[in-house]
């Protein structure tokens, strides 16, 4: 199981970024799909999450109404499409996959390597 995360890079303040993760190894029907990030001297924090079946989407308060979580089921992708960007959105973000959690950290059980997005003010 491989979960592989893209699109990250840098971009100037109140531009937008998409992330893709790309999942392989096997179908990822009916897990939760999350992205989670991680700033220098922080710890790793949910951002946003997606029913895999349902589709249901759920989003940090810091970043909702900039981002927005989707899912191509027969790609086995998930995006994020951030817009928007402020510095403190810089991180390194990752993609996971959940059989059950959708803002618990510790219920992903697949993670990806992470792809880093700068924001420059």
């Known amino acids: 199981v491989q979960l592989q995360a893209s699109g990250g890079g840098l971009v100037q303040a109140g531009g937008s970024l998409r992330l893709s993760c790309a999942a392989s190894?096997?179908?990822?029907?009916?897990?939760?799909m999350g992205w989670f990030r991680q700033a220098p001297g922080k710890e790793r924090e949910f951002v946003a999450a997606?029913?895999?079946?349902?589709?249901?989407?759920y989003y940090a308060g810091s970043v909702k109404g900039r981002f927005t979580i989707s899912r191509d089921n027969a790609k086995n992708t998930v995006y994020v499409q951030m817009n928007s960007l402020k510095p403190e959105d810089t991180a390194i973000y990752y993609c996971?996959?959940?059989?059950?959690?959708?803002?618990?950290?510790?219920?992903?059980?697949?993670w990806g390597q992470g792809t880093q997005v700068t924001v420059s003010g």
């Open positions: 996971a996959a959940s059989s059950w959690g959708i803002t618990e950290r510790a219920s992903y059980i697949y």
């Open positions: 190894g096997r179908t990822f029907s009916g897990y939760n």
């Open positions: 997606i029913n895999w079946s349902i589709g249901t989407t």
